[in-house]
């Protein structure tokens, strides 16, 4: 749903031979992950992209707030759905005594007298008299019980009516609320691929050099996987850290989690997917998830984040690097965390 045409537009520049190794690095003091850009191309490319992962980090969070609320608007129209049958049910409850009870009425109405002094008067011998006492203390037993059930039916049924009327109202705002975020994404989906046309356009106008100063290398001077996999520990974050490693250029995409693509987030879930582990969406709740941990601390696998919007993730991959999916133009690749602002790291 989401990022369908964004796919087919990078998708296009690949074919085209635009991109050389898709994911980039950076250096504080700029705006996106791109290191010392020598030239202004490199520097204006390299703002495009901070913006347009910002918008897709954001995207992913709305999806996901989206999601949450269909979930909870289907929970609500279930709900609204049981309390009118159990409006139903009650309403056929009350109609079952109904009869009896506009009877017993009718007949007082009409003046029927149906106590003891009754049978008295219209009794000619003490058997009869036995007999209509008993049956009017059999008719009098029913009446009671039918009274006293037509009241309970109605009272259930005044009360299911009432829960029917607040579950439909809860079930109409949770409706409107998430028609507000599918809105919200539409605009949302709409900028991100206005953003994303300006990055290949600036993309495009790069020289071969300086697509190749982008990309940059693989990893940092001295250091490969081989070197980072002689440190690991068995654990989920270093299995997910080794298969980050394995997908080292391979290209960033908008959207992407995989198998031969990814963003930023993206990378993120599928490596830990790999070890059996379900990380959300976007970089904004991975941030959210899991356990705390501080830079001190970090082992390899954990979630590193980064920006004071929490819009950037990679993998702890030990000596303060990090492996990720940097920016469009540069491949997933290994790099000093120290090229951008830390935000926070959690532990999965």
């Known amino acids: 749903m989401v990022f369908g045409s964004i796919k087919q537009a990078v998708r296009t520049v690949l074919v085209t031979g635009l991109l050389v190794v898709p994911c980039v690095a950076a250096s504080p003091a700029v705006a996106d992950p791109v290191g010392d850009s020598p030239t202004a191309q490199l520097e204006h490319l390299a703002e495009l992209s901070r913006r347009s992962e910002q918008t897709s980090e954001a995207l992913h969070n709305a999806t996901i707030d989206l999601d949450a609320r269909v979930a909870e608007q289907h929970e609500t129209e279930a709900r609204a759905a049981a309390d009118r049958d159990a409006l139903a049910a009650a309403r056929a409850e009350v109609a079952r005594f109904r009869p009896a009870v506009d009877k017993l009425a009718q007949a007082n109405y009409r003046g029927a007298r149906t106590n003891r002094l009754f049978a008295v008067m219209i009794s000619d011998s003490p058997q009869q008299l036995l007999d209509q006492m008993v049956l009017l203390d059999v008719l009098g037993r029913q009446t009671d019980r039918d009274v006293d059930e037509f009241r309970a039916a109605s009272a259930a049924a005044a009360e299911a009516a009432a829960a029917s009327e607040r579950s439909a109202e809860d079930a109409r705002i949770a409706a409107e609320h998430a028609q507000t975020l599918r809105d919200d994404l539409q605009r ?126 990679g993998l702890y991959a030990g000596d303060g690097n990090i492996v990720h999916a940097s920016t469009f133009g540069v491949p997933v690749k290994v790099q000093s965390m120290d090229s951008f602002p830390f935000h926070s790291a959690r532990r999965y």
């Open 188 to 313: 949302q989906e709409d900028d991100l691929e206005t953003r994303i046309q300006a990055v290949l356009d600036a993309f495009d106008d790069l020289s071969d050099e300086e697509k190749a100063i982008l990309a940059g290398t693989p990893f940092p001077p001295g250091l490969d996987a081989d070197k980072i996999m002689e440190h690991l520990r068995p654990g989920s974050g270093s299995g997910a850290l080794s298969a980050a490693l394995t997908r080292i250029g391979d290209p960033y995409v908008w959207g992407a989690t995989g198998p031969d693509q990814f963003d930023c987030s993206g990378l993120v879930v599928w490596a830990y997917r790999q070890v059996g582990k379900t990380l959300p969406r976007s970089s904004q709740a991975q941030a959210q998830g899991g356990t705390p941990v501080s830079r001190a601390d970090l082992q390899p696998g954990d979630v590193v984040v980064f920006y004071d919007d929490a819009s950037h993730v």
